[in-house]
């Protein structure tokens, strides 16, 4: 098993443009991350640099979401067919205004969750968002099993 030293905050000098710092002693090398956003890997080995950018808000949201449905279970063809809808919005937004786009999304998607509500009988203007999130994962929950059934059949 590697052993790893960290460095502490308090290690750093204050005019450092390193924020973390870590030695892996199987390989005598360092991982530094700087304050300008690069990853710099050494080792005697070599060395190794690469900036990250930092992820926008749109590519965080998708992230989140594709997380969440892999925590939820969701796998195989479900997933797939997540991962193409999510392309399809993509490709979508990239072809239009986004402001405008995410504007229309967003008012479809409120209109589409009112009706849902009062089909059901939910009064949307008392609902939390733990009430939402159990909608959701109760919505979930009986696509899958919709599913199930018609692949037993």
Same mark, same amino acid.
């Given at each position: 098993?590697?052993?790893?030293?960290?460095?502490?905050?308090? !290690?750093?000098?204050?005019?450092?443009?390193?924020?973390?710092?870590?030695?892996?002693?199987?390989?005598?090398?360092?991982?530094?991350?700087?304050?300008?956003?690069?990853?710099?890997?050494?080792?005697?080995?070599? #060395?190794? #640099?690469?900036?990250?950018?930092?992820?926008?808000?749109?590519?965080?949201?998708?992230?989140?979401?594709?997380?969440?449905?892999?925590?939820?279970?969701?796998?195989?063809?479900?997933?797939?067919? $997540?991962?193409?809808?999510?392309?399809?919005?993509?490709?979508?937004?990239?072809?239009?205004?986004?402001?405008?786009?995410?504007?229309?999304?967003? !008012?479809?998607?409120?209109?589409?969750?009112?009706?849902?509500? $009062?089909?059901?009988?939910?009064?949307?203007?008392?609902? #939390?968002?733990?009430?939402?999130?159990?909608?959701?994962?109760?919505?979930?929950? #009986?696509?899958? !099993?919709?599913?199930?059934? $018609?692949?037993?059949?």
């Amino acid at each position: 098993m590697d052993t790893y030293r960290a460095m502490r905050g308090s !290690e750093v000098p204050p005019s450092s443009s390193v924020i973390a710092s870590i030695y892996n002693e199987r390989f005598d090398g360092y991982v530094r991350v700087y304050k300008n956003g690069y990853v710099k890997m050494t080792s005697p080995a070599g #060395t190794v #640099t690469a900036q990250f950018k930092e992820l926008e808000k749109a590519d965080w949201l998708r992230e989140s979401y594709i997380r969440m449905l892999i925590e939820s279970g969701i796998r195989g063809q479900e997933l797939q067919s $997540a991962l193409a809808a999510i392309e399809r919005v993509d490709q979508r937004l990239s072809q239009t205004d986004p402001e405008e786009a995410r504007t229309s999304l967003y !008012e479809r998607s409120q209109q589409r969750f009112h009706e849902w509500c $009062a089909e059901q009988g939910v009064d949307y203007e008392t609902l #939390t968002d733990e009430n939402v999130i159990r909608i959701v994962a109760q919505g979930v929950e #009986t696509v899958r !099993e919709e599913e199930c059934v $018609a692949g037993d059949e």
